[in-house]
C-alpha cells in the first residue's frame, strides 16, 4: 500500500515581504501569510487527510492551524524545516537564493546542504511509510523540503527540481501530491 501525500507551503511571511530568506529563523507570517492561509481551507475542501504533518517552525505550524483548525490532528517535525542557511539565516534572498543552488553537495557556511535536507526528509519518509502506511497526510513546510519529496520520490535530479520549483515559474497551486510506495 502507498502513502498519499499533499503537500503545502506556509504563507507568506514577513521576511519573504522584506526579500529575506529566513532558514531556522523562525519568524511570523504577514497579514497576507495569514490571508493566504485562511483561504486555503476552502481551496482544500474536497481533500480528507488522516493527519497533517508541519515543520516545527511557526510559521508552518500556523498556517495549518488557520488553514485547517482543528479539523486534523496536527504533528510538527524539525526533519521538515526549511534547509539551515547557517551564516546566511535571514540574509537578503538575493544573496542566499543563489547560494543554495550550489549548495547541494556542500554545506552553507554553519549551516545544511540539500542533501542534508533529503536525508532529514528520508527519515521522515521512512516513518510515515511505518506508520501511515494506506493512509492520506498533508504536510505544511518550506521550499528545501518540498525540493527534496521531489528529488526522493519523483526522482527528479537537483538540478531539475530547483529548475521546475513553482517559486521560479510561478504556478503555485493548493497543494502538490506525492505517493510514497
Known sequence: MAVKITYFVHGTTTDNEGGFSSGWSDVELSELGIQQSKELGPLTEDKNFDVVFTSDLKRAIQSAQLTWGDKYKIIPDARLRECNYGDY?????????????????????????????????????????????????????????????????????????????????????????????
Open 89 to 181: 539565516n535571514n540574509k537578503p534572498s538575493e544573496i542566499v537564493e543563489p547560494l543554495q543552488e550550489q549548495s547541494v553537495i556542500t554545506p552553507m557556511p554553519n549551516g545544511e546542504s540539500y542533501e542534508m535536507v533529503k536525508e532529514r526528509v528520508k527519515s521522515f519518509l521512512e516513518d510515515i511509510k511505518k506508520n501511515y502506511n494506506g493512509k492520506s497526510i498533508a504536510i505544511v513546510a518550506h521550499k528545501a523540503p518540498q525540493l527534496a519529496l521531489d528529488v526522493l520520490l519523483k526522482k527528479l535530479t537537483w538540478e531539475e527540481a530547483f529548475a521546475t520549483d513553482w517559486r521560479k515559474t510561478k504556478e503555485w497551486k493548493p497543494g502538490w501530491e506525492y505517493i510514497l510506495d
